[in-house]
């Protein structure tokens, strides 16, 4: 994602990025010429000719002399999706399928937010790691773990660059019982925006998430960084309950969630 200069220029950017991703110009359609898009968006037409050239680094459109400025074709592959009532297990499945590329790798004492979420102690030292995963070559999520150094010395950094983290877990004998993790937004900053392919200050949905094993120990803590173009969350609802008490409720396909696990 390459942002302009200029808030009117980002902001005339993301909106004809979106319409582009929701169909409003599809693939193939001719954009309003240069005055045109000034007016709708009620901006300067040098403003207008900063977002074009950046949708235009991006491969999103071709301009043409005479012709105007049309949609490009996008490639098939499509956002990573996963459905937010089975997250954690989709996760675990998406490590399985989809590569990563370890940044770093070292032991030091946990960050005080981090020995705060896992029960640690002051000064408890922990294996910390930065990934970032892709698919088909399309990096999308950046990803920081903090993990006990007791039980990260029974595996070694080839392991990790090569091996999903839960599997490296449940080989060192953690039996993983429950997650607690919540889902906000940020934006990208440089390294991160440097990792992912993006421009400083790209929209990022950020998730935080504690593991926890049978005994209520925190094994893992995960912040995962995800573009916002590249993943998405989704969820089904129902519509359920009697006359006086109609709501929605998230419908949970458990076939899925244990496919996911295994």
């Known amino acids: 994602m390459t942002l302009p200069e200029g808030g009117k220029?980002?902001?005339?950017?993301?909106?004809?990025?979106?319409?582009?991703?929701?169909?409003?110009?599809?693939?193939?359609a001719t954009l309003p010429g240069e005055q045109k898009l000034a007016e709708i968006f009620a901006v300067s037409r040098v403003t207008i000719r900063r977002a074009l050239d950046a949708l235009d680094a991006d491969g999103l459109i071709e301009r043409r002399a005479g012709s105007g400025t049309q949609v490009r074709p996008q490639a098939d592959t499509g956002p990573v999706a996963a459905d937010f009532t089975s997250l954690m297990p989709q996760l675990v499945a998406m490590g399985q399928s989809t590569t990563a590329?370890?940044?770093?790798f070292s032991y030091g004492a946990a960050p005080s937010h981090v020995a705060q979420a896992m029960g640690l102690d002051d000064g408890a030292r922990v294996q910390t790691a930065v990934r970032v995963r892709s698919?088909?070559?399309?990096?999308?999520?950046?990803?920081?773990?903090?993990?006990?150094?007791?039980?990260?010395a029974?595996?070694?950094?080839?392991?990790?660059?090569t091996t999903p983290l839960f599997r490296l877990l449940e080989r060192s004998g953690v039996q993983v019982e429950g997650a607690q993790q919540s889902v906000t937004a940020t934006l990208a900053s440089p390294d991160v925006a440097e990792a992912l392919g993006v421009s400083v200050g790209s929209a990022l949905l950020s998730l935080r998430r504690v593991v926890r094993d049978a005994d209520g120990r925190g094994v893992e803590y995960l912040s995962a960084l995800y573009r916002a173009d590249l993943f998405r969350l989704e969820m089904t609802l129902n519509r359920v309950g009697g006359a006086d008490d109609r709501h929605w409720e998230p419908v949970i396909d458990s076939e899925q969630v244990q496919e996911a696990a295994e």
């Open 101 to 104: 590329r370890l940044l770093s």
């Open 154 to 161: 029974n595996y070694t950094e080839a392991d990790l660059a």
């Open 9 to 28: 220029a980002r902001r005339v950017y993301l909106l004809l990025r979106d319409e582009m991703s929701n169909g409003t110009y599809p693939a193939g």
């Open 135 to 152: 698919l088909d070559d399309r990096p999308f999520s950046h990803l920081t773990t903090y993990v006990p150094e007791i039980i990260a």
